[in-house]
C-alpha cells in the first residue's frame, strides 16, 4: 500500500490535475468531496476526456472521473488486492482502515513491489497490513539489531512497519 497518494476535487480543472498527476508519477487520484472518497481518475480517464472535446480547460475532474470507488479493507489478503486490480479496468484501490478512512492506495506498481519484497523476507506475510519485525537479536559482529524511527528518529530495536513507515512503539501509539 501507498500511504501518500495523490488527492484531487470534483471541481479541480482536468488539465490541473493531469499536470499534477504527471508531477507525481501516479496512476490515478482518489477524488475527494471534504474527506470521503467519491470517486477516482487515472491518468488515461484525463487523457480520453482532453482529447474528447474542443476546448479542455473548462472541464473539470467530475467530467472524466470514475464515480465508483474500488475499495478494500488495510486487513484484506493481497491477493484480494491483485483479483480486484487486475480484474477491472481500475487504477488503483482505494484502502480504509478500520474506521472507515482512506489509509492509502494500492497500484499494480505496488502489487509487483510487494511479490518482490515477499521474497525476500523469511516469513510470507500476505495482508495489506505490514509485517511486524523481528525482535533484536545479536549478530555474530555483536551488534544489535537496531534502527531508526521514522517518525521521530529514536534509535530502537522495537520498529515495526506501520503504513510504510517503520516506527517506534511510541509513535505508533499516537
Request: include cysteine; charge should be negative.
Amino acid at each position: 500500500m501507498t500511504r501518500e497518494y495523490v488527492g484531487v476535487s470534483e471541481s479541480d480543472g482536468l488539465a490541473e490535475t493531469g499536470r499534477l498527476l504527471r508531477e507525481e508519477r501516479a496512476d490515478g487520484a482518489v477524488v475527494l468531496r471534504g474527506n470521503d472518497p467519491v470517486g477516482t481518475v487515472s491518468v488515461g480517464d484525463v487523457l480520453d476526456q482532453l482529447l474528447a472535446v474542443e476546448n479542455p480547460t473548462t472541464d473539470t475532474v467530475s467530467d472524466a472521473m470514475e464515480s465508483t470507488v474500488p475499495r478494500i479493507d488495510v486487513d484484506d489478503h493481497v491477493e484480494s488486492a491483485a483479483d480486484q486490480l487486475l480484474s477491472s479496468s481500475v487504477s488503483l484501490l482505494v484502502v480504509l482502515d478500520e474506521r472507515g478512512d482512506v489509509a492509502g492506495v494500492i497500484t499494480k506498481d505496488d502489487l509487483v513491489r510487494c511479490v518482490a519484497l515477499s521474497r525476500d523476507a523469511e516469513t510470507n506475510n500476505t495482508n495489506l497490513e505490514p509485517a511486524r519485525t523481528e525482535s533484536a537479536t545479536e549478530t555474530d559482529a555483536g551488534y544489535s539489531n537496531q534502527g531508526i524511527c521514522e517518525r521521530c528518529g529514536a534509535l530502537t530495536s522495537d520498529l515495526v512497519s506501520f503504513n510504510g513507515q517503520l516506527l517506534c512503539s511510541d509513535c505508533r501509539d499516537v
